[in-house]
């Protein structure tokens, strides 16, 4: 049984980086057909999509968030990473790493995340 | 603003079939894919593709797509089904991916 876990800290300062690690445990990072992937969920909201890696390091992102988010992935540690830059209280959410597999054919395109973390809450806060 | 609506909420009684809805162009082009979330809990598969539910999903459970609007079904709706319940797609750009806004059903 796959499974993923998100560790990092639970408290960030206002400016700082928010980061956290997803390790994935009963499966390889390196399956081919897979991506993983970052969500994320402000407390009383609804899900957003931060990005996503391919186990090769190619990358898609958010584009509202593009231009602070980084994602990386060890295949070594069998881990993959998000690193959020001058967080805000606006980035207090509760951050979930998810596996994902996309579908894309002549015939059918689709998509979805079949695995996740239970979540980890970051608050910005000083 | 998400490029996937839903209504905010839905209510179904005990045992009736009820619909929950996600319009959106990119629905045109790709299937959606839906997630049940209990309160406290991290999302979970219920439907992806056409119409493929994971093996750990009650057959009660259906997805359909016409036109821009995708829609989850569940037939005899109980209790344990209440929950919020989000689409998930791709944007019209075909490179992002995207949620809707979520829909809250509360079973009577």
């Known amino acids: 049984q796959l499974q993923l876990q998100e560790s990092g800290p639970g408290l960030v300062k206002p400016s700082e980086t928010l980061s956290l690690t997803c390790t994935v445990s009963?499966?390889?990072?390196?399956?081919?057909?897979?991506?993983w992937g970052w969500i994320r969920q402000p407390p009383g909201k609804g899900l957003e999509w931060i990005g996503s890696i391919y186990y090769s390091g190619s990358t898609y992102y958010n584009p509202s968030l593009k231009s602070r988010v980084t994602i990386s992935v060890d295949t070594s540690k069998n881990q993959f990473s998000l690193k959020l830059s001058s967080v805000t209280a606006a980035d207090t959410a509760v951050y979930y790493c998810?596996?994902?597999?996309?579908?894309?054919?002549?015939?059918?395109?689709?998509?979805?995340?079949?695995?996740w973390g239970q979540g980890t809450l970051v608050t910005v806060s000083s | 603003s998400s490029e996937l609506t839903q209504d905010p909420a839905v209510s179904v009684a005990l045992g009736q079939t009820v619909r929950i809805t996600c319009q959106g162009d990119?629905?045109?082009?790709?299937?959606a894919s839906w997630f049940q979330q209990k309160a406290g809990q991290a999302p979970v598969l219920v439907i992806y593709?056409?119409?493929s539910r994971p093996s750990w999903i009650p057959d009660r459970f259906s997805g359909t797509t016409s036109g821009n609007t995708a829609s989850l079904t569940i037939a005899g709706a109980q209790a344990e089904d209440e929950a919020d319940y989000y689409c998930n797609s791709r944007d019209s750009s075909g490179n992002h991916v995207v949620f809707g806004g979520g829909t809250k059903l509360t079973v009577l």
């Open positions: 990119s629905l045109r082009s790709y299937y």
């Open positions: 998810a596996r994902r597999r996309d579908v894309d054919t002549a015939m059918v395109r689709f998509g979805f995340f079949d695995y």
């Open positions: 009963g499966g390889s990072i390196s399956s081919s057909n897979y991506y």
């Open positions: 593709g056409q119409n």
